[in-house]
DNA sequence: TCAAAAGTGTTGGGATTACACCCATGG
DNA sequence: CCATGGGTGTAATCCCAACACTTTTGA
């Protein structure tokens, strides 16, 4: 892999290694995909916008320090955490050498603590609507925008972002988040439907229409087998 | 992004960072794509095989690290490198807490110096036969060919594993080895050919057969454009 | 009764697959 | 002249995009 001279030279200067995570969460209210954001603590750019994150201890993998940042943050458990990119240019942070490996997760926005976001001074800001961030993490935001798109052809991660009884417009909402344009609204329906992911049940939801708009929760066996297997939900 | 207190828990505990980077190349005359491996020359696992790798060094990206080793093994700057993953399981390393960023590069395989490889006991091995590695490369070997696979699909990657020359009967040829499957050739044809990617030479190859493939190269503009924009060559 | 959101089908065009034979040439 | 690999076309099918009106019900 290297040689002893190499080893030995690297020896004094450490490189630390430093996870950040982009935590999307989809607002059915607003409609919208929003991203947990916190006032940065400590120097440089204390006090200036993040993504929450932390250093790797020694005893961790990379995978779990995002997963211990997300619940510190949110109290729950990632349902969704993938790791999205390692940035590692060397003047990415004035102070030290530091390499951040950028993970993405997803999450039930309406079952996330808010006592937790308050007290590290978080808070939800909308996918179109980031705030100038510290370093590179405007970077890693767009990157994993970029990569949640390209999952949700191959997979059904978007379940991921609802609660377990959801409707067919609001899941129609969260696509066009994510995929950020329009979409034709039969089509939807007639290409999700066909996937056999979801399951129709008997109840309404009535906060958003007279009428109402039928429950679905999704099939776990199908979403299983399309997790894996693939598919392929795009939409023109 | 975090607190004092961790920071100065993590100091007295450096994580090495190092990269390792999966060299594709295709063996035109065998038809087979094929990685660049070498017998490790520090311990742990002194002798095993191994893919390229190196510590990342102080002043340098992990990018630039992967390009350089590429450049020590083969003579070769990088038509591609891209980043595939950063592994960082606690044990991978029995002897220290080492992190890998792995790349993959893809390059032209009859332009590399046979004597640097010589020189670094490396050699190439065929996707399929794939000896075992040390600590988790194999692991990185399968999902750097996940990864092209993937690619292949949406951008026309394969053309930097060729040579400005080609026939189809080779393109064929790797498209088969990268997708590991038959792929239809008639439709292979029609397909790759209504990309408008390739321009047909008038000279022929007569290496493989009396009647002679005609040479193709392709054609940059066209190649920058679907880089960015993306497409679909993609088989059944 | 009306406003506001939910729900529903069809058709035309383009793309993809499957499939088998002739061509050119050097030995 | 023949063996070897190179090159070619069509028909059937499937999938996708485009597109507009009816239903429900609370206020």
Redesign the pocket.
Known sequence: MIDESTSSYIAGHPILVAVDNVIFGFDAEEEKLKVLLFRRKIEPFAGQWSLVGSFVRPNESAVVAASRILTEFTGLDSLYLEQLHCYTNVDRDPADRVISIAYYSLIQLQKYRKELVEKHHAGWFEINDIPDLVIDHNQMVSDALIRLQNNSRRKPVGFNLLPPKF???QLFKLYQEIYQQQI????F???ILATGLLDKLET?D?T???????HYRFNKTKYKELETDGC?I???
């Open positions: 409707t067919l417009p034709d609204d039969r089509n329906r007639k290409k309404k009535k958003t229409s007279k009428k109402g708009a039928f392929d795009l939409f023109h």
